[in-house]
Structures are given as C-alpha cells and as structure tokens.
C-alpha cells in the first residue's frame, strides 16, 4: 500500500502565506513526478505546480511567482509554499505523486486525501 498525506492547510487572511506538504509512505521504489492540484466548489480540479525527479518544476501561470513547489526526496516529500494568497486560492488541495512501487514495475498514480485552504479576511 502507499499513502500521501497533507499537512499545512488552515485560514489565512490575503496576502498571507502557507507551506503545504505531502508525505509518501508505504512501499515505494522510487517517485517520479509529484505535483499539486486544487480543487475550488463548483469547478473542476486543476493543476498547480508539478515537479519531475530530476526537480524541473512547471506552474499554472495564475501561480507563477507566488508559489513555490520543491520536493525531499529522502523524505518522498513534496512541498508548496504559497505566498501572497488570494481569496480565489480557496480550494481543497491535493497531493499527487507517480510512484513505482517496485524496481521494474511501471509507475501508479496516487492521490493525497486533500486539504483545505481558505482565503479570508
């Protein structure tokens, strides 16, 4: 089994910041991609911020320059720091990660459980 878990989600006002993190567990090989998602009532999920293994990262262009994605992957985390937050950056965000469970196992994708961020004065 593998698990990603989300830690760092809460209420802050706008122009705040909060640092999001993902931790893989289980039995896991290696992790290639991981990334954010969110998730806003009534729209469909989007992609945030993605980083590869070799820590190329790729952003929605509404997040570049605000929010930072890096990975430890001693650790098989992933991180978001977001900074000058919005009221539209309320969503529930969620973790993703492409792991290979097994050295010659074609990678899986899996979903973190989600955590809210709310955007509000």
């Known amino acids: 089994q593998v698990q990603l878990v989300e830690s760092g989600g809460g209420l802050v006002q706008p122009g705040g910041s909060l640092r999001l993190s993902c931790a893989a567990s289980g039995t896991i090989f290696s992790i290639d991609a991981m990334g954010w998602y969110r998730q806003a009532p009534g729209k469909q999920r989007e992609l945030v911020a993605a980083?590869?293994?070799?820590?190329?990262?790729n952003y929605a262009d509404s997040m570049k320059g605000r929010f930072t994605i890096s990975r430890d992957n001693a650790k098989n985390t992933v991180y978001l720091q977001m900074n000058s937050l919005k009221p539209e950056d309320t969503a529930v965000y969620y973790c993703n990660a492409k792991i290979h469970r097994w050295r010659f196992q074609p990678p899986n994708e899996y979903w973190g459980q989600g955590t809210q961020v709310t955007v509000s004065s």
């Open positions: 980083i590869t293994s070799g820590d190329s990262t």
